[in-house]
Nanobody, 125 residues
C-alpha cells in the first residue's frame, strides 16, 4: 500500500513536492511511477524511476520542470514539481510495478500493480 502526501492549492509558477511512501512492503527494488488525471481526461504518465540503478523517465510535460527521485532508506519516492501551470491541475497518483520490464514500458499504467490513493494538486492562475 502506498501512502501519498503533498497535494494542495498552488499558485501558478509555484512548486510542490509529492511523496509516495510504502507501508508494509519495501519497494526499493521496483519501479515507481507517477500519473495524473484531470477531470474528463485520461490518465497521463508523468514520470517513473527504477529501483536498482535509479534510472528514470519523464514525460514531455514534465521535462525541465519536474524531478522524480527516491530515498530507499525511507522507502519513499518524490515528485518535485516546479514552475507549475494551471494545466498541471489534476489528481496525482503513484504506483509501483513488481514485474520486470524495460523502463520505457512503464509509461503505460497497465504495467503497475499497486496504486496510491491519489492526491489533488490545483494550480491557480
Amino acid at each position: 500500500v502506498q501512502l501519498q502526501a503533498g497535494g494542495g492549492l498552488v499558485p501558478a509558477g509555484g512548486s510542490r513536492r509529492l511523496s509516495c511512501a510504502a507501508s508494509g512492503r519495501t519497494f526499493s527494488s521496483y519501479v515507481v511511477g507517477w500519473f495524473r488525471q484531470a477531470p474528463g481526461k485520461e490518465r497521463d504518465f508523468v514520470a517513473a524511476i527504477s529501483g536498482a540503478d535509479v534510472s528514470l523517465i519523464m514525460s514531455d510535460s514534465g521535462k525541465g520542470r519536474f524531478t522524480i527521485s527516491r530515498d530507499n532508506a525511507k522507502n519513499t519516492v518524490y515528485l518535485q514539481m516546479n514552475s507549475l501551470k494551471p494545466e498541471d491541475t489534476a489528481v496525482y497518483s503513484c504506483a509501483v510495478a513488481y514485474r520486470a520490464l524495460p523502463l520505457s514500458r512503464y509509461i503505460n499504467y497497465v504495467h503497475y500493480d499497486y496504486w496510491g490513493q491519489g492526491t489533488q494538486v490545483t494550480v491557480s492562475s
